[in-house]
């Protein structure tokens, strides 16, 4: 694989760690980040989410959220997506502190709003390389289920653009047929690094 992508949702733990797994399985340069504050994930009510901080180790987050009530975290499956999130790597990583991690060809979002902060958080960056990076935003709903349906959808929108030799030239095509086909809209644009 020639291109280097992104998967990016709030928290680093459902959507875009399902795409980063698969992405990775099937032999992509892929990496992973959330945009938000903490880490979230359901508690016992809406009211009490469980609420770490970036960085914090998925194994960690497994075994307390197991000892606190295991039978609760097994249903609803967090203890499930927290054991595949630590086969793929140590812990969430936050998009906004990722620079050390170096430039990305595709990023890859999951909800409009973590969009508009990976979009804006491109343009407050230097500019130095001038290279273009691909953003775009696959709509996906956050639950175990719909995260699985987006991967597979980010694994064949990933399969077209390694399938040319410069997406720069027919992004709109791509997208387009992907639409088409799959009968969801994407919103894309273009930044630099």
């Known amino acids: 694989?020639?291109?280097?992508y992104a998967m990016v949702c709030s928290s680093n733990q459902n959507r875009s760690?399902?795409?980063?797994?698969?992405?990775?399985?099937?032999?992509?340069?892929?990496?992973?980040?959330?945009t938000g504050t903490h880490v979230k994930l359901p508690g016992p009510s809406i009211r009490e989410?469980?609420?770490?901080?970036?960085?914090?180790?998925?194994?960690?987050?497994f075994d307390e959220l197991r000892r606190k009530d295991p039978?609760?975290?097994?249903?609803?499956?967090?203890?499930?997506m927290l054991k595949r999130n630590l086969a793929v790597k140590t812990a969430p990583q936050r998009w906004q502190?990722?620079?050390?991690?170096?430039?990305?060809?595709?990023?890859?979002t999951f909800e409009e709003k973590v969009f508009d902060m990976v979009?804006?958080?491109?343009?407050?960056?230097?500019?130095?390389?001038?290279?273009?990076?691909?953003?775009?935003?696959?709509?996906?709903?956050?639950?175990?289920?719909e995260a699985a349906i987006g991967a597979r959808q980010t694994l064949t929108l990933c399969q077209e653009l390694e399938a040319t030799d410069r997406w720069e030239d027919v992004i709109d095509d791509v997208i387009s047929n992907f639409e088409r086909q799959h009968r969801r809209k994407v919103v894309y644009t273009i930044s630099y690094y």
């Open 1 to 4: 694989m020639r291109l280097r």
């Open 17 to 34: 760690m399902e795409a980063h797994f698969l992405l990775k399985r099937e032999g992509f340069d892929v990496s992973s980040y959330g």
């Open 49 to 61: 989410p469980n609420v770490y901080e970036f960085g914090t180790p998925y194994k960690q987050m």
């Open 71 to 80: 039978e609760l975290y097994k249903r609803n499956g967090i203890l499930p």
């Open 97 to 108: 502190e990722n620079a050390p991690d170096g430039h990305f060809d595709v990023v890859f």
């Open 119 to 145: 979009v804006e958080d491109l343009h407050t960056r230097d500019h130095v390389l001038l290279k273009p990076v691909l953003v775009i935003n696959l709509e996906v709903k956050d639950n175990h289920e």
